[in-house]
């Protein structure tokens, strides 16, 4: 199964050594899962960006997406999140892709947050991942395995 993690910083990991799309892939294949996540996300996008490079950063084969929608760059830059998540799904849903959205990356972390109070610690990552497990499982469905 391939998998999409879409996102800005937290996705990426800053500031751990292991973010949660590398957890989640570990947890999923741990369960029999062959699961490859690849993590695209990149720090300083916003929804806006992360939407113009829907195509590029999800290549064909991809089966699922997880986007993180709570990023404090689109707040910041007066995105409209919702019509631009609803877009997101949109266009995925025409390529027969099925989206997992992060509603609140702080939230689902557990409130693990770094210094800056931006990032996500290392377990907030874990918390992360493992709140997402449940939820990748049943999208994927038994075929994953």
Do not use: C, F
């Not at 999923?28 to 490859?36: C, F, K, N, T």
């Not at 113009?52 to 999800?58: E, F, I, K, N």
């Amino acid at each position: 199964m391939r998998i999409v993690a879409l996102g800005a910083s937290n996705t990426v990991g800053k500031g751990v050594s292991v973010p949660w799309p590398a957890l989640l892939q570990q947890m999923l294949r741990a369960r029999g899962y062959d699961a490859e996540i690849t993590n695209a996300g990149i720090s300083g996008d916003d929804l806006l960006r992360e939407l113009g490079r829907l195509d590029s950063a999800v290549p064909e084969g991809t089966q699922l997406v997880i986007l993180d929608k709570g990023s404090s760059n689109s707040k910041a830059r007066g995105v409209n999140i919702n019509a631009t998540v609803g877009e997101i799904r949109a266009r995925l849903k025409a390529r027969g892709i099925k989206l997992i959205v992060i509603p609140g990356m702080h939230t689902w972390a557990n409130h693990h947050i770094q210094p800056d109070g931006i990032h996500i610690t290392e377990q907030g990552h874990a918390a992360v991942a493992a709140h997402l497990l449940p939820l990748v499982i049943a999208a994927l469905g038994k075929g994953g395995r």
